[in-house]
């Protein structure tokens, strides 16, 4: 009999020690039959849990091409082993983006895992607190490669174009690589582009402790495992992850949250020893509903925020780009997949760049200009703090 345990353990977990740590299900979904599969794990903090995603495409002459690497576990690499079965070896592993520390550390250890295939990296690669190599960062040297800025000179296959979003930010770069599958008119997208689902993911659901822990309204409740709280749990962790600090949420005083502690029914490692320092407020629905009651994809709050406005003439001209392609469905990293789009759609996911005065206040998602407003203030203030102390540039005016 299989040992799911074993199969789903991640080793380096330690590494970027988030949730789930050592322990990652995967799920795998076909999007277009024979040719296109997601590949999703859990992944977050705080039990702010959302899935993060590998695509997987078959390439017209045999062969796989993998898009942004999950944790290669046991499970996951069975899971991508069946399709070479049927369909060939991974022959290109795309690593699309700069900065984001969750895809890029499970780029190596993937690579490591298939041995004849291409890493092909997004440019302007960088590490903190110190600047490594990609071959410090367990990057194959004799098989990695930067991705040209012209995906005509790509060593890629003639089936799929590619755009280069890259953002100076000051201490590194924002990088972005939107890649194009002709034959099934794909646009695969990393962290510009998300949509968020009413009800729980599928791999969110397959371990609830994370759903019912945020359904709770005191840290002296304890979360019955049904629908309704499974759902409610799901829609405060998106507000979670989206704002950080979402205007329906308040924390409670110290000695209240002792007083809780004191009185807590699960004083377990897991449940944070009874730790429970959040309130919502009765009409935190109204949050959730702003950014899903037009039912469009958008640009996440916080790359709306801090890393967009840094350079919007750029972004525009990129979407602008890839607005000129033919595609009908997007499938992000992150959140909801696959989310159907169209180009004038996506390009109009970034308007609010073209605003002549595009200064905090000016920014929204699709949904409630004025709930988002006040959701995202935590976020405006992180902006000041890290313009103030040189972390990130003042937002640039389009021009």
């Given at each position: 009999?299989?040992?799911k ?11 970027l020690?988030l949730?789930?740590?050592q322990?990652r ?15 999703e ?21 045999g ?9 290669p ?11 070479e079965?049927?369909h ?5 592993i795309?690593?699309?983006?700069s ?6 550390i499970?780029v190596g ?10 890493v092909?990296?997004?440019p302007s ?7 490594l190599?990609?071959s410090?960062?367990g990057f ?10 012209d995906?005509r ?7 799929f ?8 930010l000051?201490p590194g770069?924002?990088?972005e690589?939107?890649?194009l599958h ?6 695969l ?5 998300i949509?968020?689902?009413r009800?729980?993911?599928d791999i969110?659901?397959?371990n609830p ?6 359904a709770?309204e ?10 309704t ?6 829609q405060?962790i998106c507000l ?12 409670i005083?110290?000695?209240?949250l ?24 009765s ?5 959730f ?5 037009q039912?469009?994809p958008?640009v996440a709050?916080?790359i ?5 406005p840094?350079?919007p ?8 780009k ?7 469905q ?19 996911a970034f308007s ?14 699709s949904?409630n ?7 995202s ?8 703090q890290?313009?103030k102390?040189g972390?990130?540039?003042?937002s640039?005016p389009?021009?």
């Open positions: 009999m299989v040992n345990k074993k199969e789903q353990n991640w080793g380096y977990w330690f590494v020690p949730y789930p740590y322990q299900a995967t799920l795998r979904w076909e999007v277009v039959k024979d040719t296109i599969w997601t590949f794990q859990p992944h977050g903090l705080l039990y702010a849990v959302v899935p993060i995603r590998m695509t997987v495409i078959r390439l017209a002459k062969g796989l091409l993998v898009y942004a690497p999950i944790a576990t046991g499970e996951c690499l069975k899971l991508v082993k069946e399709l079965n049927k060939g070896d991974v022959k290109y795309i690593h699309s983006t900065s984001g520390l969750e895809h890029k499970f250890p993937f690579a490591r895992r298939f041995p004849q295939a291409q092909l990296s997004a690669q960088w590490s903190f607190p110190l600047n190599p990609l410090w960062l194959p040297s004799r098989r990695t490669s930067i991705l040209p800025s995906y000179r790509s060593t890629l296959p003639d089936e174009a590619y755009s280069i979003l890259d953002i100076n000051s770069y924002f990088t690589v939107a890649l002709k034959p099934t008119q794909t646009l997208v990393t962290d510009t582009i949509k968020i689902p009800k729980p993911p969110i659901q397959l402790f994370p759903l019912l822990f945020h709770r005191t840290g002296l409740d304890n979360s019955e495992d049904n629908l709280n499974r759902w409610k749990g799901w405060r979670f992850a989206l704002y950080f600090r979402p205007s329906k949420l308040e924390t005083s110290l000695k209240q002792l007083k809780e502690v004191r009185q807590s029914p699960n004083l377990s490692r897991e449940n944070y020893f009874g730790l429970f320092p959040f309130r919502w407020q009409d935190w629905h109204i949050s509903e702003a950014i899903t009651n039912n469009k958008f709050p916080i709306e925020t801090l890393i967009l840094q350079s003439k750029k972004v525009v001209e990129w979407a602008d890839i607005s000129l392609w033919q595609f009908k997007v499938i992000p990293a992150h959140f909801q997949a696959p989310i159907k789009m169209t180009p004038s759609e996506f390009r109009q609010f760049l073209e605003s002549k005065n595009n200064l905090l206040s000016q920014l929204y998602p949904g200009k004025q709930i988002y407003r006040q959701d203030t935590f976020i405006k203030q992180l902006k000041q890290f313009t102390i972390i990130l540039k003042p640039q389009f021009l």
